[in-house]
């Protein structure tokens, strides 16, 4: 049974950058992929980013050019640089380990 936990969110101005990490425990981490949804307040959940066991990564139009998926399998962590953020980023951003390993999530606001 696979735990995650995300960090690194937090309040940041518009065209500023994040980063942030899920640890997971208790799972073979680098056999599966991975991904970063987001929820903003009356909105669906939506996939913001995906990268597969081999590292292939595919991203969300509104988020491409600005935002990096990756991982580390020696420190079974996930990773989502965010740069040039705006407010429309903000949401609660929740880690997966497919197909369906939830983190608990980490919020995200972007707002001057």
């Known amino acids: 049974q696979a735990q995650l936990v995300e960090s690194g969110g937090g309040l940041v101005q518009p065209g500023g950058s994040l980063r942030l990490s899920c640890v997971a425990s208790g799972s073979i981490f680098s056999a599966y992929a991975m991904g970063w949804y987001r929820q903003a307040p009356g909105k669906q959940r939506e996939l913001v980013a995906r990268?597969?066991?081999?590292?292939?990564?595919c991203y969300t139009d509104s988020v491409k050019g600005r935002f990096t998926i990756s991982r580390d399998n020696t420190k079974e962590t996930l990773y989502l640089q965010m740069n040039s953020l705006k407010p429309e980023d903000t949401a609660v951003y929740y880690c997966?380990?497919?197909?369906?390993?939830w983190g608990q999530g980490t919020q995200v606001t972007v707002s001057s």
């Open positions: 997966i380990l497919f197909p369906s390993y």
């Open positions: 990268i597969t066991s081999g590292g292939s990564t």
